[in-house]
T-cell receptor, first 110, second 114 residues
Framework: NAGVTQTPKFRVLKTGQSMTLLCAQDMNHEYMYWYRQDPGMGLRLIHYSVGEGTTAKGEVPDGYNVSRLKKQNFLLGLESAAPSQTSVYFC?????????FGPGTRLTVT | AQSVAQPEDQVNVAEGNPLTVKCTYSVSGNPYLFWYVQYPNRGLQFLLKYITGDNLVKGSYGFEAEFNKSQTSFHLKKPSALVSDSALYFCAVRPTSGTYKYIFGTGTRLKVLA
C-alpha cells in the first residue's frame, strides 16, 4: 500500500517548456487535489477533482491544467512554464475527511 | 471569506515543557478540523481531526487538540515536547457544505530546544 505517490521528485525547466506531474493513489479515494507550497504562504489549491472525469479550479489555477481520466491518477500540466511557477507541488487524496499527501515535486523554472 | 489563522509563525519551547500551537478559523456551519505536520523535504502527515463528539481529540505522537466552538479555535497541544517534534504544523478546515475544498493556515514552525 504505497498511499499517494508523485512523479517526478525534482525537475528543472526552462521558461516556456512544458511538463506533466503525475499523482497516483491506491486508496480508491474519490477526491484528489493539487497544491503548491511557497515560503510564508502555506498551501494554495491549484485544481481539484471530486471524481473520475471531473476537475475544478482552485485558488491559483492560471497556467496549469489537470486531467483525471482514471480514478487513481491526477495529472497536473504546465503548458508554458514561468519562473513564478517555481515551487514545491503536493498532491493529496481524501474521502472527504483527512487528506493523504504525496512526498512532493520540487520544480525550478529558470 | 472563509479563513484559517495561525497567529504565530514560530513557537519555541524547551524539551519536556508543554506546547501549544494556536489555530482559529472563520468558517460557517460545523466544519471538520485537522492538524498536519511537515518535516523537512517531506509531504504533510495527518496528525488528528475533529469531526464531532468530544472536544478533546487525541492523535499521533502524543498530540491532542481542543475544539472550542464559541471561540472557533482548534489549538494543538502536547504535554511534554520532544526535540523530534520540531517541524512545521498546519491547521486545516473543511466546510461541510457546498465545497470539497480544504482551507489551510499558513503554518507554524515549532522549535523544541534541548
Amino acid at each position: 500500500n504505497a498511499g499517494v505517490t508523485q512523479t517526478p521528485k525534482f525537475r528543472v525547466l526552462k521558461t516556456g517548456q512544458s511538463m506533466t506531474l503525475l499523482c497516483a493513489q491506491d486508496m480508491n479515494h474519490e477526491y484528489m487535489y493539487w497544491y503548491r507550497q511557497d515560503p510564508g504562504m502555506g498551501l494554495r489549491l491549484i485544481h481539484y477533482s471530486v471524481g473520475e472525469g471531473t476537475t475544478a479550479k482552485g485558488e491559483v489555477p492560471d497556467g496549469y491544467n489537470v486531467s483525471r481520466l482514471k480514478k487513481q491518477n491526477f495529472l497536473l500540466g504546465l503548458e508554458s512554464a514561468a519562473p513564478s511557477q517555481t515551487s514545491v507541488y503536493f498532491c493529496a487524496s481524501s474521502e472527504a475527511r483527512e487528506q493523504y499527501f504525496g512526498p512532493g515535486t520540487r520544480l525550478t523554472v529558470t | 471569506a472563509q479563513s484559517v489563522a495561525q497567529p504565530e509563525d514560530q513557537v519555541n519551547v524547551a524539551e519536556g515543557n508543554p506546547l501549544t500551537v494556536k489555530c482559529t478559523y472563520s468558517v460557517s456551519g460545523n466544519p471538520y478540523l485537522f492538524w498536519y505536520v511537515q518535516y523537512p523535504n517531506r509531504g504533510l502527515q495527518f496528525l488528528l481531526k475533529y469531526i464531532t463528539g468530544d472536544n478533546l481529540v487525541k492523535g499521533s505522537y502524543g498530540f491532542e487538540a481542543e475544539f472550542n466552538k464559541s471561540q472557533t479555535s482548534f489549538h494543538l497541544k502536547k504535554p511534554s515536547a520532544l526535540v523530534s517534534d520540531s517541524a512545521l504544523y498546519f491547521c486545516a478546515v473543511r466546510p461541510t457544505s457546498g465545497t470539497y475544498k480544504y482551507i489551510f493556515g499558513t503554518g507554524t514552525r515549532l522549535k523544541v530546544l534541548a
